[in-house]
């Protein structure tokens, strides 16, 4: 259940950024989501697997479907043109290799301390990125400027099979 709760609102997350991403810049959209998750994962070590588990999951959701969003926008922003697929494939590699270092760590803190605890460590872990994120803000200039009309057309066509 806590799994369909936090998918639905996924998708209403992400729906909800559509509408508001004309108007906010990449940049200023991620990072401002990027607070709300802080605050949505928060109290995540306090909950119990009950009604309140499922109220965090729904607020998780649909912060991480807003964040989405941005990140694809700051992403495509940043990237040099014509690497949208070798961009992605460092960022997954990048991601990816933490995300398993961390449930073998989360796997071995639930089996010793508690599962409270890797709750705690995803609250810690969120507030770090969000730390990086704010240093390294001067690497995303691009990502600051609203969206054009021409700068979405150009993502098309850089995105575009030409082989068809």
Known sequence: MLFAVFGLFNVFGGVIAGTISRKLSPLKGFLVTYRFWIISVAPLSLAYPDWSLALLAAFIGLVGGVQQVFYWEVT?????K????????????VEGTFAAIGSAIGGVIAEN??????????????FIGYLILTAGKKHFVRANELPSDESDL???????????
């Open 154 to 164: 150009n993502a098309m066509e850089d995105n575009a099979d030409k082989n068809r």
């Open 82 to 93: 014509g690497t949208a697929v070798s961009a992605l494939a460092w960022l997954w590699t």
């Open 113 to 126: 301390y508690g599962p409270r605890w890797c709750f705690a460590m995803t609250s810690v872990s969120v």
């Open 76 to 80: 495509e922003a940043v990237r040099p």
